[in-house]
């Protein structure tokens, strides 16, 4: 069975269930509006008559009986019964329904009134009078029958065209499920034929079909760049590994070609420095990636960053000094905890301070800089350097990006990617802006309450 067709028949039998409840809600809601009616009339005649019988006594209470059937009302029924309750005077020939034991009350009853062929159905008050007799008032109710039969008869005729309407509108319904979801197939076929510029087509409606092809076409968005990324890191290993792969090399045929021991130590020496520069550039790398890959959300815990920066601080006092710079820190006085992986902010935060004594340690202050503000952690550093141009500012934070065009300064251009990629892990952004002058880098991380949940970017988020 189609899925449209399961949801024309869902459609269908959702009607004739709503439609159901509904006739009787209204069927109930009919018989006692109409049996409620009928009952304060007769109650109200009732106690009329009482009151002429206690004025006037039996004679003239047969008077006002004889009154009120020449008057011809259809629906009167009127009479006075003997203790067995058959009628004795008025216009009720016998009471069918209920037998006896009388008893004073309000009920149904069915009654054969003078000059009707059939008993009718009535609503009767029974009031005992002195010497066992009683009086009976009553009013017969087809007109309120016939408008009940009228109404379930009508409520009936609309449940069948409102079961065929629902079968129409649940197949219509269904056709536009399945042409949304069509769609979505064919850009799931491309995209797994190799077309990833694929993407489901946006018609800006507000409905779930429109939020999934959003938040598919996002995540297709991110994949397309973590593969162009995957293509560029590929191809810069492959550029920016061939230089130290062929000094490594060097190393070792000159250590092979040592003619005396001591000279052989030193080549080896240059071969493990050159191999731990390589070590270096593939940890690197690798970090980069499980941080872009968000694998280390699972190491996150609580901590203060001003105390990290504080520790980095005085770690890096001495090199700093050696370097002509004095680091200081500059933070605010009260600094909310922040949920992450403190060995990889910790991992940012000195490549940042080691960037700086490398470029802007002339004598200078380096200031290690911890703020929040408007729920947003600024960690990073700020130096009196050369800074770097607004224009080269995307080149220096890509992977293998280098601002040296002749590539002769030491380092593979990976030390602010991986910064840029921890900062994405805490879903912040690296920011490098000019500190007039110098250079401002600073990882702005969104700071958490206790008891948030941490979701990755571009997590579909909670409806």
Known sequence: MSTTLRIALLAGLLALASNLAIIGFIHL???????????????????????????????????????????????????????????????????????????????????????????????VSLRRLSAGAWLLNGRTVPEGVSLRDTLERSLWVALVVSVVLGLLCGLL???????????????????????????????????????????????????????????????????????????????????????????????????????????????????????????????????????????????????????GAVVTLDRAKMILPIFGHRQLLAQALSNLIENAIKYASSGEAIAVVVRDEDSTLSLGVADRGPGIPEELRSEARRRFGRLDPSRTAEGAGLGLSLVQAIAHLHQGELVLADNAPGLIALLQLPIRGRGENVEPPGAIPPR
Do not use: C
């Not at 109409?34 to 007769?42: E, S």
């Not at 009471?95 to 000059?115: E, G």
């Not at 490594?248 to 000159?254: E, P």
């Open 29 to 123: 809601q009919t018989r006692d509006e109409i049996v409620g009616t009928l009952r304060r009339q007769v109650a109200e005649e009732s106690a009329s008559m009482a009151d002429v019988y206690e004025a006037h006594g039996l004679a003239g209470l047969k008077q006002e009986i004889s009154n009120s059937v020449e008057v011809g009302d259809p629906q009167l029924a009127v009479a006075v019964l003997d203790r067995s309750g058959r009628p004795v005077f008025g216009n009720v020939d016998a009471m069918l329904q209920p037998k006896a034991p009388l008893s004073a009350s309000v009920r149904t009853a069915l009654l054969k009134i003078s000059d009707e062929q059939t008993p009718l159905e009535a609503t």
């Open 173 to 323: 319904l269904g056709q536009y499920v399945d042409r949304r979801v069509r769609e979505i197939a064919r850009v799931a076929d491309r995209i797994s034929g190799g077309d990833m510029s694929r993407r489901v087509p946006e018609t800006g409606a507000k409905d779930s079909f429109e939020e999934l092809g959003r938040q598919i076409n996002h995540m297709l968005d991110r994949i397309s760049t973590l593969m162009s990324e995957l293509r560029m890191l590929t191809d810069s290993l492959a550029h920016d590994l061939r230089s130290p792969v062929g000094r490594l090399r060097a190393a070792a045929d000159a250590a092979l070609s040592a003619k005396t021991g001591e000279e052989r130590d030193q080549m080896l020496g240059a071969v493990i420095r050159q191999s731990d520069s390589l070590m270096r550039i593939l940890s690197t790398a690798l970090e980069i990636a499980r941080s872009e890959a968000f694998t280390s959300q699972n190491q996150f815990s609580w901590f203060d960053p001003a105390q990290l920066a504080e520790e980095l601080v005085e770690m890096y006092e001495p090199l700093a000094e050696e370097g």
